[in-house]
């Protein structure tokens, strides 16, 4: 009885099926995680593509000033000592005097906020003297004390007007020099030399103050934002009490990372009870800026590479398993006519519709899902159409070549082996 069970063709036909139908099921969720992978690779690819394109275009921003051979630091004037203005200035003054005499160093300049050092910036609000208005309407702006020879030092372009020199000290009139931005915010199509501006705070309003130049603009932020409206003051004449640090900024003739233990030595000789901090040349101060940028960026797509080659594996592992199901099948359309070229067509077909469903269902994602990046784009919409084209392509191209090797499998199958078998 039990032989004849085991033998009995009805038996055998239900067993069968329901090996197909498991076999087949098994299928389906192979290809359904594979097209999961291939849409979170398109989300990832995406974003990561668009962060790259964005940190190409900032590399690509004059950031004002010039970033060869520049060495900048800062230190504070705190103690009794310099509880006057006249003995910040002679002390700064002295540093710069000290620093200059450095061989090797071209030009040393002093100023209290260094661009993209990521220092806090200090603001203050000011009206034009021929337009009075309340503190509450009145424009603010970056408020920057220089040294002589700032511009010159740092490669600031000055773009109309004169820089300051050593005749704009304390007590001398008044003098200023405003960032373009500023310039053309106040008086846009004029030139804004030889107008006057006081600050509007009565604590520090030191009296009309005559603008002598016009400064180019400078990321004094980050490279992503536009300057902000700035007024400069000779060191001599700030007006803000509570401005007790200051930076030296000191072009060389060459690298000046060998000069600084020497320049440290000249400004300590001065004070050895001053702490010099910040120490950084202009090119780091740049990558600085750029380094969580960069980190994000470099993450994303690492965890893209990652999804690409797991999607590139789960196409493979799918086509190679439908190939070792059908290879009776591929051998007896081989034996009925049908051309190597065919079988691989058929197969390669089969991992593209797998590609284009994931690449379909991952784009629609990403529409939406990039919306999220738009705070973190420069120089390009959430919707880039190079980057919605170009990843498409490029993981059509991974799933053809994925799909590839089984499809050549496909058409070494022996139509003999295949007839004998069945």
Same mark, same amino acid.
């Given at each position: 009885a039990l032989r004849a069970s085991a033998n009995d063709p009805a038996d055998r036909l239900k067993s069968g099926a329901g090996?197909?139908?498991?076999?087949?099921?098994?299928?389906?969720?192979?290809?359904?995680? @594979?097209?999961?992978?291939?849409?979170?690779? @398109?989300?990832?690819?995406?974003?990561?593509? *668009?962060?790259?394109?964005?940190?190409t275009k900032v590399l690509t921003v004059d950031p004002g000033f010039r970033t060869d051979n520049v060495l900048t630091f800062s230190f504070w004037m705190l103690g009794p000592r310099f509880q006057q203005f006249s003995n910040q200035n002679t002390f700064v003054l002295n540093s710069i005097d000290k620093v200059s005499r450095v061989a090797g160093v071209e030009s040393v300049a002093a100023i209290t906020q260094v661009p993209l050092s990521q220092t806090g910036r200090t603001t203050i609000k000011f009206q034009p003297v021929n337009n009075p208005m309340s503190e509450a309407d009145a424009p603010s702006a970056d408020y920057r004390a220089i040294?002589?020879?700032?511009?010159?030092?740092?490669?600031?372009?000055? *773009?109309?007007?004169?820089?300051?020199?050593?005749?704009?000290?304390?007590?001398?009139?008044? @003098? @200023?020099?405003?960032?373009h931005r500023l310039a053309s915010m106040i008086w846009p199509g004029q030139n804004a030399v030889g107008r006057q501006v006081r600050w509007t705070a009565k604590n520090y309003d030191v009296g009309p103050m005559t603008i002598v130049g016009v400064a180019g603009d400078v990321h004094a932020q980050q490279l992503e934002t536009q300057d902000e409206p700035a007024v400069y003051v000779p060191y001599p004449q700030r007006s803000l009490p509570f401005l007790r640090w200051v930076s030296l900024a000191v072009r060389t003739k060459a690298d000046p990372i060998p000069l600084w233990p020497e320049i440290r030595s000249q400004v300590l000789a001065l004070d050895a009870e001053r702490p010099l901090y910040d120490v950084k040349t202009t090119k780091v101060l740049v990558e600085s800026s750029l380094a969580e940028r960069k980190f994000n960026a470099w993450l994303l797509v690492g965890f893209a590479a990652s999804a690409l080659l797991l999607s590139a594996v789960g196409i493979y592992g799918v086509i190679s398993y439908g190939v070792s199901q059908r290879a009776k099948e591929f051998g007896i359309r081989m034996a009925l006519g049908a051309r190597s070229r065919d079988v691989m067509q058929l197969v390669l077909n089969r991992g593209v519709l797998l590609a284009l469903a994931g690449i379909a269902i991952g784009t629609l994602v990403a529409a939406f899902a990039t919306t999220l990046l738009r705070k973190f784009l420069f120089g390009l919409g959430a919707h880039d159409p190079a980057t919605f084209?170009?990843?498409? *392509?490029?993981?059509?191209?991974?799933?053809? *070549?994925?799909?590839?090797?089984?499809?050549?499998?496909?058409?070494?199958?022996?139509?003999?082996?295949?007839?004998r078998e069945e």
């Amino acid at each position: 009885a039990l032989r004849a069970s085991a033998n009995d063709p009805a038996d055998r036909l239900k067993s069968g099926a329901g090996t197909t139908s498991g076999s087949k099921s098994h299928a389906h969720m192979r290809q359904a995680l @594979v097209i999961s992978q291939l849409a979170i690779t @398109v989300v990832l690819l995406i974003g990561g593509g *668009l962060l790259i394109r964005s940190l190409t275009k900032v590399l690509t921003v004059d950031p004002g000033f010039r970033t060869d051979n520049v060495l900048t630091f800062s230190f504070w004037m705190l103690g009794p000592r310099f509880q006057q203005f006249s003995n910040q200035n002679t002390f700064v003054l002295n540093s710069i005097d000290k620093v200059s005499r450095v061989a090797g160093v071209e030009s040393v300049a002093a100023i209290t906020q260094v661009p993209l050092s990521q220092t806090g910036r200090t603001t203050i609000k000011f009206q034009p003297v021929n337009n009075p208005m309340s503190e509450a309407d009145a424009p603010s702006a970056d408020y920057r004390a220089i040294s002589p020879g700032y511009f010159e030092t740092m490669g600031v372009s000055l *773009l109309v007007g004169r820089s300051f020199s050593d005749a704009d000290k304390e007590g001398a009139p008044r @003098v @200023v020099i405003v960032n373009h931005r500023l310039a053309s915010m106040i008086w846009p199509g004029q030139n804004a030399v030889g107008r006057q501006v006081r600050w509007t705070a009565k604590n520090y309003d030191v009296g009309p103050m005559t603008i002598v130049g016009v400064a180019g603009d400078v990321h004094a932020q980050q490279l992503e934002t536009q300057d902000e409206p700035a007024v400069y003051v000779p060191y001599p004449q700030r007006s803000l009490p509570f401005l007790r640090w200051v930076s030296l900024a000191v072009r060389t003739k060459a690298d000046p990372i060998p000069l600084w233990p020497e320049i440290r030595s000249q400004v300590l000789a001065l004070d050895a009870e001053r702490p010099l901090y910040d120490v950084k040349t202009t090119k780091v101060l740049v990558e600085s800026s750029l380094a969580e940028r960069k980190f994000n960026a470099w993450l994303l797509v690492g965890f893209a590479a990652s999804a690409l080659l797991l999607s590139a594996v789960g196409i493979y592992g799918v086509i190679s398993y439908g190939v070792s199901q059908r290879a009776k099948e591929f051998g007896i359309r081989m034996a009925l006519g049908a051309r190597s070229r065919d079988v691989m067509q058929l197969v390669l077909n089969r991992g593209v519709l797998l590609a284009l469903a994931g690449i379909a269902i991952g784009t629609l994602v990403a529409a939406f899902a990039t919306t999220l990046l738009r705070k973190f784009l420069f120089g390009l919409g959430a919707h880039d159409p190079a980057t919605f084209v170009g990843v498409p *392509l490029l993981l059509g191209f991974v799933a053809v *070549l994925s799909s590839y090797l089984p499809a050549r499998r496909a058409t070494k199958v022996s139509p003999m082996i295949a007839i004998r078998e069945e």
